[in-house]
């Protein structure tokens, strides 16, 4: 029995597995039914497991491209992250469960894929791009170009009195009213 360790940390790693099952029986076995019964997660031996990020997927919906360019392209996995598998990739049939790192909600766990999946591999996504240049402004120094606050705190906002002003009448006023 093959083991697929799942590190929690890792953002980078997709895993393919091939799902062994009559068309029929697909969407039963990948979806999570409303008791909470799901024949994936148990197949996978998964101890976490996000619905939200399995993606099922038919080979024969993708016309004539093929699996290695569709997990390419719609995964951002390089080109030669995929070279040595390429030929198997490209020959498998029927249905393939995807998981993309999000998958495993950051859980590191060890899987043990049982029938009817079985592990076809693991490959790296492209990573984040890194961080750019810094900034050499002015503006991104927090410069500004009318000089620094008043320093005493008071602002002197007029409308800000005005405002208080107006509460004091009306307080004095409900005050007035209630001692009559």
Sequence with gaps: MTQVEINGSDTETLHLF????????????TTMAGTGEWPLKYALGATALRPAFVETLRIGDLGPMPLSRYLAEAHNLPEEALAADRATLDA????????????????SQRLSPAAPLSHVGAYGAHPAPGRGAPLRSD??????????????????????????????????????????
Excluded: C, M, Y
Excluded at 92 to 107: C, E, K, R, S
């Design 139 to 180: 503006a991104a120094r927090g410069q500004l170009a009318q000089g620094a606050p008043d320093a005493s705190g008071r602002g002197g906002s007029t409308l800000l009195k005005l405002l208080l002003a107006g509460l004091g009448v009306l307080i004095l006023l409900v005050v007035l009213l209630a001692l009559r």
């Design 18 to 29: 091939h799902l062994d099952l009559p068309p029929e029986a697909v969407e039963r076995f």
């Design 92 to 107: 498998l049939t029927g249905h393939v469960v995807i998981l993309p790192p999000q998958a495993f909600d950051n859980t």
